[in-house]
């Protein structure tokens, strides 16, 4: 089956924009959760949807903000770009967790935003 | 402030020992822990989920959780060339959710031929 797909692989955009990323997940996952990974902070956790609801945020201002559709598509948004903004933003799609403790998750291929 | 804490490294192992990489973390309400390998240039794969004290076994891989002590570790047996990367841990909500989910900074892995 088709993995997750993000797009565009890479943005470049400038101080003071905004910029909204998608995510389509693996079919049949309902969950899509987004990260942050720079090179000083490591990976860090955005946000979680599930069902389009958001069900948990990470420590992130409210400039970034996101959304998932009813075929489970996601986008981020984030508004009123900063240089510290740089960043690969990652989602991933997972099956929600059932009796027995399985988890299955997969990594999308990313988004490289540089902020200038 | 929650932490995740893991030895940068790196690690490095001959080919055919076992790794053992080490994790502990600050948040008593950590209730699910992730292992996750990323080589160079590479998005994250999920490797092992524990959230039960004790060990699980997945192949190559055995992850190990104490609560108690707040720490999780992963063994890889028979570490192949092929298993050098980062391996980064994280702690979250209970139930497998991404919930307060804390990623450690990772342990770079190098298996050595």
């Known amino acids: 089956k088709a993995g997750v797909t993000q797009t565009p692989r890479y943005l470049i955009k400038t101080r003071g924009q905004q910029v909204t990323l998608s995510c389509s997940p693996i079919s049949g996952h309902r969950s899509v959760s987004w990260y942050q990974q720079t090179p000083g902070q490591g990976l860090q956790f955005l946000f979680e949807y599930f069902s389009e609801t958001q069900r948990n945020k990470g420590n992130f201002p409210g400039r970034f903000s996101g959304r998932q559709f009813s075929n489970s598509r996601s986008e981020m948004n984030v508004s009123t770009l900063e240089l510290g903004d740089s960043a690969l933003y990652l989602c991933?799609?997972?099956?929600?967790?059932?009796?027995?403790?399985?988890?299955?998750?997969?990594f999308g291929p990313g988004t490289r935003l540089t902020v200038t | 402030q929650k932490e995740v804490e893991q030895n940068s490294g790196p690690l490095s192992v001959p080919e055919g020992a076992i790794a053992s990489l080490n994790c502990t973390y600050s948040d008593r309400g950590s209730q699910s822990f992730f292992w996750y390998r990323q080589y160079s240039g590479k998005s994250p794969e999920l490797i092992m989920f524990i959230y039960s004290n004790g060990d699980k076994e997945d192949g190559r891989f055995t992850a190990q959780l104490n609560k108690a002590s707040q720490y999780v570790s992963l063994l890889i047996r028979d570490s192949q060339p092929s298993d050098s990367a980062t391996y980064l841990c994280?702690?979250?909500?209970?139930?497998?959710?991404?919930?307060?989910?804390?990623f450690g900074k990772g342990t770079k892995l190098s298996v050595k031929p």
């Open positions: 991933a799609s997972s099956l929600e967790v059932v009796a027995g403790g399985s988890y299955e998750q997969y």
């Open positions: 994280a702690g979250g909500a209970p139930g497998g959710s991404q919930g307060n989910l804390i």
